[in-house]
Every structure is written in structure tokens, then in C-alpha cells.
């Protein structure tokens, strides 16, 4: 399975991309708002991680705009 974490505090990001890399997943990571929207249009996952308050795009913003 392939996710995407976004989440701008960097220990949680590495944190959160080592457990579910020992699970097996295959991890992309985004530091912004910005940076995750793209990634999620451009790519396809089945899981995405998604932090509400971010810098650029909020998660709900991100989230709005990828559903539609």
C-alpha cells in the first residue's frame, strides 16, 4: 500500500514514515500544505495522513480540493 503523510513538525513526520515503512508501506512525505496538495493530485494513494494545521493549504483546504 502506498500512503502520503503531510505534516510540518519534522520529528513526527520521520516518526510516523519509519513506522509505517516497518509495517511495509511505501511513504511519500510533504513538509506544507502546498507540497501535499500537489502530491496528491499527481500521485495515487491509498492512504493519506493528513495534518489539519499547516502552513500554505490547511488539511481541510487540501482535502476539500482534492474531493471534488
Known amino acids: 500500500m502506498k500512503l502520503l503523510i503531510v505534516e510540518d513538525e519534522p520529528d513526527m513526520c520521520r516518526a510516523l514514515k519509519k513506522g ?9 512525505t510533504a513538509e506544507d500544505g502546498e507540497e501535499g496538495s500537489y502530491l496528491a493530485l499527481v500521485n495515487t494513494y491509498d492512504v493519506i495522513v493528513l495534518d489539519l494545521n499547516l502552513q500554505g493549504k ?3 483546504e487540501i482535502l476539500r480540493g482534492n474531493t471534488r
Open 58 to 60: 490547511d488539511g481541510l
Open 20 to 28: 509505517f515503512m516497518k509495517k511495509g508501506f511505501l511513504v511519500d
